[in-house]
């Protein structure tokens, strides 16, 4: 089993096919046969063999990961930007009641101002992983809250 190191991985499950890849590569450039080559990193031969196709064509770079490419954003950066300041006025500014924003508040604010539909959980998953939002739950006492028994 060959040990990988000095390979600047992240934790991304992306990031140690790349790595893999890479070696592949170094090992080639000593002189490794590509079925050796297959055996130490894990893989068939063909991958191997597909790999170094691709370095022949494309270069060295054409072995880094790249992102699936999925459908395009609906909202472009500048309409995330705008959203955020949209946003920073609070709900009251929309007519909602309470200073908080919840999915659906904010699923219905981009349907208004940009015209984009979006599941709440997709409004969700934007607000925390794109926008660096993160759920906040309201500070919220009973009005019948007695003070001094509390503290007794």
């Not at 002189?31 to 196709?53: D, H, N, R, T």
């Not at 490419?69 to 930007?81: D, I, N, S, V, Y």
């Not at 759920?135 to 009973?142: F, N, S």
Request: aromatic share 8%.
């Amino acid at each position: 089993m060959l040990i990988i190191s000095n390979m600047n991985t992240k934790k991304n499950s992306q990031d140690w096919r790349e790595a893999r890849r890479l070696q592949a590569l170094k090992l080639k450039s000593k002189g490794w046969k590509q079925y050796k080559i297959a055996e130490a990193l894990g893989v068939s031969a063909g991958a191997v063999c597909q790999w170094f196709k691709k370095v022949s064509e494309q270069g060295a770079e054409a072995l880094r990961h790249t992102p699936p490419p999925g459908k395009p954003a609906r909202l472009t950066q500048a309409q995330k930007e705008q959203l955020v300041e949209t946003l920073m006025a609070g709900p009251e500014t929309y007519g909602f009641s309470g200073h908080l924003w919840n999915s659906k508040r904010v699923a219905w604010l981009i349907q208004f101002k940009f015209g984009v539909k979006y599941h709440r959980a997709h409004v969700s998953r934007l607000l925390r992983e794109e926008l660096n939002w993160s759920v906040q739950k309201p500070i919220e006492k009973a009005t019948q809250r007695d003070e001094g028994t509390i503290e007794k």
